[in-house]
């Protein structure tokens, strides 16, 4: 698909009413507590949800990665009125121009706005990180939705990349540093830093992100392992109290499908509005049908949890138990 012929994202939908009812919620118990009225005892459980939604961090490698592999619990999470944070550690460039991968990221604004269900409207600032320039996007009609784009270079499937070097060959040390298409320089040190700094300014109090148990070559994308490498790196230490949900890449596909019918067509819906942005991919049941799309949307597997609120954090597996945590874990709804 031409990306000149894609969609124009200024949709129309009609705001979520379930943030809709979070928000009106969260007003009504404010003014309670600040008046002399007590608070009804059949409230405190709803007062507790509306007052401290959890706020959930994903990292993943590309615009897609989340609307296929962290999904539908990435739906339910933005359905439910949550604060949800996306960080995405490349550009996708796939080794082309700007004009692909920049069309990739307003697909992933789009993809956003739909699971919303509000227009596809956005303001965007910077990460706030000082020496890097990271645009972040909040979502105008649910500014508890945000993106940010760290635009590092594709590493390519293999971790070869295009010519820019890759996540792989920085996290080998095989290259010093990556230079984003915003023009920041990253050390592998640099990178594990930034994300901390970009989880301890959101406040989040989970994070989720790709494969960080198995290995290259056993058939993810090299950005997808990388990028999950990357942050159980900044992430798995007793001090940061967060826990860390790992989810499976490309070898879903030989795997059961897992997803109800009703569930998997507003996952469809999310990821075949962010595909009619992105050329190289499918945007519809029938284009998808015989690719690998097909068989990923219908799936998402849990590989690893890490629960460091308790400091039980699994070792990597070796050799002998790699293929056993590849059959994965079957997604628990959120």
């Known amino acids: 698909m031409a990306i000149g012929n894609g969609p124009s994202g200024l949709h129309s939908y009609a705001v979520n009413p379930l943030f809709m009812h979070f928000t009106i919620l969260s007003t009504i118990i404010y003014l309670l507590s600040v008046s002399e009225m007590k608070l009804p005892s059949f409230f405190l459980p709803i007062a507790l949800t ?19 592999f962290l999904s539908p619990n990435l739906l339910h999470e933005v359905q439910s009125g949550r604060h949800i944070r996306t960080i995405f550690i490349t550009a996708g460039d796939a080794g082309n121009d700007a004009s692909y991968w920049t069309s990739r990221q307003e697909g992933s604004k789009a ?3 739909r699971m919303s269900n509000v227009s596809n409207s956005w303001t965007q600032s910077d990460a706030g990180v000082p020496g890097f320039n990271i645009p972040l996007f909040t979502l105008n009609n649910n500014p508890n939705i945000s993106l940010a784009f760290l635009q590092l270079p594709d590493g390519n499937n293999g971790g070869e990349g295009f010519g820019l070097g890759s996540l792989q060959r920085l996290w080998e040390g095989s290259i010093d540093s990556l230079t984003s298409f915003s023009g920041s320089s990253y050390s592998k040190h640099a990178l594990v830093d930034v994300l901390r700094k970009m989880a301890n300014d959101f406040g989040c109090d989970n994070i989720r992100t790709q494969d960080f148990v198995h290995g ?6 090299s950005d997808h392992l990388t990028t999950a490498y990357f942050v159980r790196e900044a992430f798995d ?3 940061v109290g967060k826990p860390i949900t790992s989810y499976m890449g490309y070898p879903v596909e030989s795997l059961a499908v897992n997803i109800d019918d009703e569930t998997l067509a507003q996952k469809k819906a999310a990821f075949y509005t962010y595909a009619g942005y992105d050329r190289n991919t499918c945007s519809s049941d029938e284009s998808c049908r015989g690719r690998s799309e097909e068989a990923w949307v219908q799936r998402e597997y849990v590989v690893a949890e890490v629960d460091q609120a308790h400091c039980r954090v699994p070792k990597r597996p070796n050799a002998r138990n790699k293929g056993k945590a590849m059959a994965g874990k079957p997604l628990a709804q959120s």
Do not use: F, K, M, R
């Open 111 to 113: 993809a956003y706005a």
């Open 237 to 239: 230490n007793c001090d």
């Open 216 to 221: 290259y070559g056993e058939g993810d994308h």
């Open 50 to 68: 509306a007052t401290a939604l959890a706020q959930t961090l994903n990292i993943v490698a590309h615009e897609d990665d989340d609307l296929l």
